[in-house]
């Protein structure tokens, strides 16, 4: 099995699709202690290194380096602020790779990276991955196209070792009204679950901000976009439909109970599979769950990457 080094990797989403695809995850790394918990709970062989990546000096050796560094600065949600200090942890991610000279690395984030005013910031990395000795290529995937229910646009980065002479082509979609598979939609997602599962979701007042726009799908639907912050997360289908009053402003078509989606829940709807666990320990909170759910790569989309990574190369 080729072994892989995985870099701000959460509570292993990315690392769950790679470990799918038939690779060895050796190496981890988060500073988060809720994401250690919840990645070794789930992946307890992994040397996880609870570490800010600034402090890491050494990197075993690899074939794959895979990383999501923090995505704040781009994401359409967050603050939109294109010299924000954190959009700079590339750097790390480069520098590792320049330490580890994988054959192949993978890097995940926010599509909102293609707009225009953060464009720069994509064209510095194929820059600094380039310099670095990789032939790079960058396109944005859908989940959903990949047996996920859920809308889910990221932009995927893949280089191959320039020497290896090896060109990398992106995966198709899977699961598409054209294709074989239709689309996996929120019912097929969530099926068996509880419809009220007291105490697994977010349950404060609907804010004006969380009013402003149409948070529901349907049951027969792909949800919208699952959030790491479970103010913003998506309702649950069993909450009455909403109906538009004016621009940015949504109300509920009936008065009847509504909610948003429970962290285990989201988690499905990440394409986590049912038995992934959320460890009871002391940096556990309901908010937490939500946090590291969320900011987690659907692994059937990274595994689909991976797999994408021609066999020759492991030979
Ligand atoms: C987008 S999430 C990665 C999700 C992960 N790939 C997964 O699929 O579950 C980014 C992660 O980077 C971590 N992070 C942020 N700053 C970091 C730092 N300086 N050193 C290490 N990890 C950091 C965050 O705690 C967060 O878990």
């Known amino acids: 099995m080729p072994k892989v080094v995985s870099l701000f990797s959460g509570c292993g989403g990315s690392d769950a699709g790679v470990i799918k695809a038939g690779f060895d995850v ?3 790394n988060d500073i988060l202690p809720y994401a250690r918990d919840t990645y070794l ?11 800010d990546i ?20 781009f994401s359409q949600g967050g603050v939109r602020d294109a010299g924000r200090r954190i959009n700079f ?21 926010v599509s909102g990276m293609v707009r225009k005013n953060f464009e720069h910031l994509l064209i510095d990395q194929k820059a600094v991955f380039t310099e670095a000795g990789y032939v790079v290529k960058a396109q944005v995937l859908n989940a959903a196209d990949f047996g996920v229910a859920q809308e889910r646009r990221r ?3 893949v280089g ?35 419809l009220w599962p007291t105490g697994e979701y977010y349950d404060r007042e609907f804010h004006w901000y969380y009013m402003s726009r149409d948070r ?10 699952i959030v790491a912050n479970p103010r913003h997360m998506p309702l649950h289908p069993v909450s009455p439909k909403l109906v538009k009053v004016e621009h940015n402003v949504w109300r509920f078509s009936e008065d009847l109970p509504a909610r948003r989606f429970s962290y285990r829940e989201s988690a499905l709807l990440q394409g986590f599979p049912k038995d992934f666990r959320f460890p009871d320990t002391d940096a556990a909170s309901l908010d937490m769950r939500y946090t590291v759910a969320g900011n987690a790569v659907p692994p059937p989309l990274f595994e689909a990457v991976a797999r994408s990574i021609p066999d020759s190369l492991w030979d």
């Not at 942890?89 to 984030?109: G, M, T, W």
């Not at 995966?171 to 099926?191: F, M, N, Y």
Request: net charge negative.
């Open 160 to 194: 191959i070792r320039a020497d290896l002479d090896t060109e990398y082509e992106f995966p198709k979609p899977t699961h598409g009204d054209l294709l074989l598979q239709p689309r996996v939609t929120i019912e097929q997602a969530l099926s068996g679950m509880e």
């Open 54 to 73: 600034r402090k890491i000096e050494v990197f075993p050796s690899a074939e794959l380096l895979v990383g999501c560094y923090p995505c704040q600065g």
């Open 89 to 109: 942890l590339y750097l790390e991610f480069a520098r590792a790779l320049n330490a580890i000279k994988p054959k192949v690395f993978i890097v995940e984030n």
């Open 41 to 51: 709970a789930n992946h307890p062989q992994t040397d996880f290194v609870l570490e």
């Open 26 to 28: 050796i190496m981890a």
């Open 155 to 157: 932009i995927f980065i």
């Open 216 to 225: 529901r799908r349907d049951w027969h639907e792909q949800s919208k976009t």
